[in-house]
């Protein structure tokens, strides 16, 4: 079994990372038999950390656990998407490949998200991190050209519903688990542990 002391860790120096510790921890080797008792296979159990790098995106997960949601603008005035905002989050304009601005847009997302279309699934997907069913939505902004796939939280979800962001500002992950999303005029009390309204904190 490994412990924290002896997981490997990460830290950035001269613009790089400098990983330390170990990353993969293999196991002991059970076997599998049939219904006759005789072997059929093997597992071969390992533990691996993996190192994901957001570049440019860290802006964006480290918002969501201050409860905060970021979108990205192309300022560039030469460009036929000049002034579109994004969401999910761009670090660069599909059409002319500048580097986007980083807008706030907590507010608009409390004054006017919507479910655009939703689907419930009873199948959570790798390493079964959400509770089912899991009400998928996508949400819909004013002035937002795109649009963001989420969870609702609480309560069932129909098209065109409001719907208000909660953010895990007290235990973030740093993912984009830390973002979900309720229904207009949800109490505070309703909410899952860890999660908060938008601009809050705990």
Partial sequence: MTT??????????????????????????????????????????REIIHIHSYGGEAVFFESLGRGRLPGSRCDNPLCVAHASVFLPFR????????????????????????????????????????????????????????????????????IGMRVMPVFNTEAPTYTILDLSWVPLGTPAGELPRY???GGTTP
């Fill in 4 to 45: 924290h002391t002896t997981r490997g860790t990460v830290r950035v120096a001269g613009h790089a990372y400098k990983p330390d510790g170990r990353f993969h921890f293999p196991a002991a080797q059970t076997p599998i038999r049939d219904e006759r008792g005789e072997l059929a296979g093997i597992t071969n159990p």
């Fill in 91 to 158: 670090i660069h304009c599909p059409d002319c490949l500048a580097r986007c601005a980083v807008v706030d847009l907590t507010s608009i997302a409390q004054e006017t998200a919507r479910i655009h279309t939703f689907m419930i699934t009873e199948r959570t997907g790798a390493f079964n991190t959400l509770p089912t069913p899991i009400r998928f939505i996508n949400v819909e902004f004013e002035g937002v050209c795109t649009i963001l796939m989420s969870t609702l939280c609480v309560g069932e979800p129909a």
């Fill in 195 to 197: 999660f908060h309204f």
